[in-house]
């Protein structure tokens, strides 16, 4: 929804999406991704409940069910384990952030797409990516497009020299701001259904929001829209507590709509933190959160229900998984390259194995004789399909069993301990 | 608005009906060949290369052993018969036996020149198939007196790995590929009219369809669709292929194959290990099916929206069978050590029996995708 009407498509915004770590299917908004989460890698197979976390549904499985969780479900076979405490964006392990930037990257440009230029000073990046992914909140993404765009007459030539992947880099390098965890308004209860504070206030949630359409336009949905539910009382009153999160480097300056939409709040109490103090207001939690605050987590906010959009910009679900499926080897995923999302479920491909009735395929009969050769085989098979960034992803594949001629039940059936001997047969016929 | 639909999704997926998994005990001490419920849904066998056939009946507690029937080889298959009390069997010994349950009786009604290993009972037509691998099919009657049972043999092209029974037709995926649809009504009569002589005891009968498999590699297991309409089959290479038996050009142009039951090396090297596909069976009702891998998973697809439902947790060996029952409320998984080249008979992990208790989400085909 983001970025549709752009005529160019912005990297940025791509990698702000809400990824899942399960099966790094995107998301437009955290809450879809909780949800998505919750309903697909943290339900208990047995009795149907969500859990929030996979070490929660593990305690559940353990004491409810007394079984043991050994792996999350419908996920990526290689992502499946329990070692990784997720939550939303949190908790993903850095690698596995990095891996997935440089693939939604290396999509991009891809896709014939001119990345953003970016300042990225090595050092600053090195230490940013010590921290935890962050997911940006949308104010601070639109600062910091407005910060690039200053920037970029002045970086162009150290992107250029940076050929190495300056896309990849960026994201990393970029500070990136997390909602802080424990905000948490008092009165606010999802959706507007706070006391009626000031007008002018509440009206922000929807029209007047509008205001807003070019930059976040161009900004992740996560701070898209229509559930904007505005705190009754100035900001300047709430007890916040700042998280342990990344001031940007450079002096926050929040875009001059914030200041006009909002004359209620201070700018200044809150420094930098204005704008994550905004976001989180989008996000708010349900009542239950509001009474347990999550340390380090983000809040499930219902107020902020967006639709999924499944034609994600640019690079759909379909096409991150082809990027993915060679960084995880694996899969259960389809084999044909249908280029149609599949939603994180692997979708069997309507796959083209031109094996008719009465006419036997070529490629097949080259393939059938390799068998002995199980590197070779998958390649032709996939190659008579269509090849493009898989290509070169497309991993070897070893059978368990590779004897083509002889099931592995004949097999087994020479062995001496199953050996039927025709005497005993015949005893035991007459004894029959 | 949005916000109400997402309560309402909340809602749905929490009010989903418990779903219950148990474990059976008294599981048989080797391989399990084959795992059939019984029509009521009530019952099940299991076959064993530990020379027995288990049946078990599943109470308000789990499943209890209630008979096991001693063979004199490794039983391959066995099918329920013509009612609750009735299995047949094939085994090693190459003897195709009815087991009368009550009275524990044996006969054995028809011998092939080699192992019995694939079994299939259609209640509509009494008829019981068994194939072998010394490429032959028996056909028996199963309403006539035991001794007259066996009508003919037919003579198969090649080696055959499965077989399976729709309303009307005898699907057998066999070696090289090659995979026939027969058309049971009229094999049946061919085999009933047949007389079989001295210099030619095969039966003398074409099967409507010749077809070549469209996976690459080894059937592994073929079954046909509740509908009648088509069926799937598996291959030792990680692959599923679905299929449809009306032979014009649209409904062929349907058919398709998808990659599964593999996983990612445990060393990082990046290369797939691809495991058989042992087991399919289709949900009775909703047309469905799970597909049953080396690698121990249990998933289950929707063929016609080509959507997977659902993967179960990961069971501790390979999955050696599967089946539902004909109420397709409970769906009955048996693991076993799996197959591996130049370790047969190895295979790591150890036999176990699982019945799940199914809540309709699990199984119920998806909407199509927008």
Not at chain 2, 199 to 212: C, D, G, H, S
Request: net charge neutral; charged share 20%.
């Amino acid at each position: 929804m983001g970025k549709k009407k752009r005529s160019q498509p912005d990297l940025e915004e791509i990698l702000q999406r809400p990824w899942c770590y399960y099966c790094e299917r995107d998301f437009d908004d955290l809450k879809i991704l909780i949800n998505h989460q919750k309903a697909k890698h943290f339900k208990c197979d047995r009795c149907g409940r969500r859990l929030n976390t996979a070490g929660g549904l593990s305690v559940h499985m353990t004491q409810v069910h007394k079984e043991s969780l050994t792996t999350i479900e419908n996920a990526l076979p290689n992502r499946a384990g329990l070692e990784v405490e997720i939550f939303g964006m949190e908790g993903i392990p850095e690698d596995v952030v990095i891996a997935h930037r440089q693939r939604v990257a290396t999509q991009f440009v891809q896709a014939g797409n001119q990345p953003m230029n970016h300042n990225v000073n090595p050092a600053t990046a090195g230490i940013n990516s010590a921290k935890k992914p962050r997911l940006e909140a949308g104010s601070d993404l639109k600062k910091r497009l407005a910060e690039h765009k200053a920037k970029k007459a002045a970086v162009e030539e150290a992107a250029a020299t940076d050929t190495a992947s300056p896309v990849v880099d960026t994201p990393v390098g970029q500070p990136q701001s997390y909602p802080p965890p424990v905000f948490t308004p008092p009165q606010l209860l999802p959706g507007f259904a706070g006391p009626p504070g000031p007008t002018g206030l509440m009206n922000m949630g929807g029209p007047a929001f509008n205001g807003y359409a070019p930059p976040y336009g161009q900004a992740p949905t996560p701070f898209q829209a229509p559930s904007f539910t505005s705190p009754p009382v100035p900001f300047g009153q709430q007890p916040f507590e700042a998280p342990p999160f990344q001031v940007p480097q450079n002096a926050y300056a929040p875009p001059s709509q914030y200041q006009t939409g909002l004359p209620n709040i201070p700018s200044r109490p809150f420094g930098a933190n204005l704008p994550d103090a905004l976001h989180q207001v989008s996000s708010a939690p349900p009542p239950s959160m509001l009474q347990t605050p999550r340390p380090n987590s983000l809040p499930s906010a219902p107020g902020l229900p967006q639709r999924p959009s499944f034609g994600a910009p640019s690079v759909n679900a379909f096409q991150l998984q082809q990027m993915h499926q060679g960084h995880i080897p694996n899969s259960s995923l389809p084999y044909a390259d249908q280029p149609k999302p599949t939603n994180g479920i692997p979708a069997l491909a309507s796959n083209v194995i031109p094996a008719t009735v009465s006419q036997p395929p070529q490629p097949s009969v080259q393939l059938q004789t390799s068998t002995e050769i199980p590197k070779e085989e998958a390649k032709p098979a996939e190659s008579s399909i269509e090849k493009r960034s898989k290509k070169d992803k497309d991993k070897d594949i070893k059978l368990v069993y590779s004897d083509n001629d002889i099931s592995p039940e004949e097999k087994l059936s020479k062995l001496a301990r199953y050996a039927f001997h025709p005497v005993r047969q015949e005893a035991a016929t007459a004894g029959a | 608005m949005s916000a109400s639909k997402l309560n309402l999704i909340a809602y749905l997926y929490s009010t989903d009906k418990p779903t219950d998994q148990f474990e059976v005990t008294d599981v048989p001490s080797d391989i399990i060949s084959s795992i059939k419920f019984a029509s009521s849904g009530r019952k099940f066998l299991a076959s064993s290369w530990d020379r027995y056939v288990y049946v078990y009946h599943i109470t308000e507690s789990g499943a209890s052993l209630a008979q096991k029937i001693q063979h004199r080889a490794p039983v391959l298959d066995a099918v329920w018969g013509e009612d609750e009390d009735v299995i047949y069997s094939g085994g090693l010994d190459w003897d195709v036996r009815r087991i009368d349950l009550k009275t524990s009786e044996q006969t054995v009604i028809s011998s092939h020149s080699a192992a019995a290993h694939a079994l299939a009972f259609s209640k509509d037509h009494q008829i019981l198939i068994s194939s072998s691998w010394d490429s032959t099919i028996n056909i028996h009657h199963t309403s006539t007196s035991p001794e007259n049972r066996h009508l003919s043999t037919l003579k198969l092209r090649q080696k055959p790995f499965s077989i399976s029974l729709s309303k009307t037709k005898l699907v057998v995926a066999m070696a090289s590929r090659a995979l026939d649809v027969y058309s049971l009504e009229s094999f049946v009569e061919a085999a009933t009219t047949s007389k079989p002589s001295a210099e030619n005891p095969f039966l003398v009968f074409e099967p409507w369809q010749k077809r070549e498999s469209s996976l690459k590699f080894q059937t592994r297991a073929v079954a046909c669709m509740p509908n009648d309409q088509g069926y799937a089959s598996s291959s030792i290479e990680g692959r599923v292929a679905v299929e449809w038996f009306d032979p014009s050009a649209e409904s062929q142009a349907k058919k398709y194959a998808f990659k599964c039951h593999r996983q990612p090396a445990s060393d990082g090297s990046g290369i797939d290990i691809v495991y058989p596909v042992n087991a399919l069976a289709f949900h009775p009702v909703h047309g469905t099916f799970a597909s049953g891998g080396g690698d121990g998973f249990v998933a289950v697809w929707d063929g016609i929206t080509k959507r997977r439902i659902r993967q179960y947790q990961r069971f501790p060996a390979s999955i050696a069978g599967l089946d539902f029952s004909s109420d397709g409320k409970y769906l009955v998984i048996a693991v076993s050590p799996g197959f591996e080249d130049g370790k047969e008979g190895e295979g790591a992990g150890e036999v176990r029996i699982f019945v799940r208790e199914l809540n309709e989400s699990e199984t119920k085909p998806k909407a199509a995708k927008e």
